[in-house]
């Protein structure tokens, strides 16, 4: 099984992606910008490589106006070196890469203009995942798109354009349910017809469900028959539900004993779940560890170093409790460990217990830092403490000191990911 995430890791170095306005993209800024992604792109795939996340999305922004006519450089020739040693990578790791076009990229549109700029944009995502040199069990996800007032026309002119791809990029492309417009069901008989993969969204499916008394397990069955062994296993979509806002918004974070409950219901653990989740990475490593064989308690120390001045920023108690947890070397209580960090990442912080966690912080440069540094960072907590500054200032002041001193445990920590 692979468990991953989408586009983007959260709290980790030089992982950012860039982009400009179209008026400003010139062809010596998207070589830039480009290069720059592409860098980004490669500290990804190291970081997902130390951490065993095994399965990972790649931004559609990874190439700036990709499939537009604006970028006109062959940039699949000019960073071929690049792309084959981030494809090198991939590839022996084991790790499963895919693509996610967004919502305008719509093969049944009635709007000619419309299908041929989403061709387009399917050859460019094709093109990205050829210069790495995957093999096809490496997916293109695509939505069925709208239903123009009519959905079996729709569903007709999906087909028809499908049909019209190129090869290559019909190989790739694995069809998933929305939460509008096609249920599973109806992806299930598209994906029939076309002979295509059909990729179960558990979200997508409890908002817009075919039949109320089929469980998402009966779908996820269903589903797997359509993946060929050339298609690699089974791929699935898995999130939750944010409490606060609409339906269909993915939660912050993956709450572990609901993931568990599903994931121990599953028929088999040979599938692959991409999480969409708002922190990502984090929620990947925590379902990771939380299904993993390995029961060493090492895993959870590094994942302790990571939220430690985080949870006694939040939760002092908790912090005490999670130091107390990780003694008994003996037993793996990954469970309990991962309910005192949600419990902690759901509480607010006081003024107290922020100003605590910074000077644990202050630990670290209190023997470097130069007169202006200490005075700085002194001079923010009392500001804080008056209520005439945000937290966020002696933050920043700490991480500045942080990227000056090189100091890698602290620029781990998740202390100074924005809420």
Known sequence: MGIGYACLAVGVLNTKEKSCMLKNASPEKLLELTSYNLNSLENVIDYNIENDIKLFRISSNIIPFGSSPINKFKWWEIFKEKFQSIGEKIQKSGMRVSTHPGQYTVINSPKEEVVKKAIEDLNYHTQVL???????????????????????QAIERFIENYKKLDDKVK???VIENDDKSYNINDVLEIGHVLNIPVIFDNLHNRINPPDEEKDEYYWIDECRKTWKKKDGCQKIHYSQQDPLKKPGSHSKTIGIRQFMSF?????TKDIDIMLEVKDKNISAIK?????????????LEIEWSRYKYKILENAPSNYVEIRKLLKDKDNYSVMDFYDLVEDSMEKKSTKGNSINAALHLWGYFKEVATDKEKNYFFNSIEKYNRGGTSIATVKNSLW?????YNEFYLLNSYYFIEE
């Open 400 to 404: 500045r000191m942080a990227v000056k």
């Open 263 to 267: 994931y121990e219901g599953l028929e």
């Open 287 to 299: 379902c990771i560890n939380c299904t993993s064989s390995d029961k060493s308690t090492k895993n």
């Open 130 to 152: 050829d210069s790495l040199r995957v093999g096809e069990d490496h997916k293109i996800v695509l939505h069925i798109g709208g239903i123009y007032d009519d959905k079996n």
């Open 171 to 173: 190989k790739r492309i």
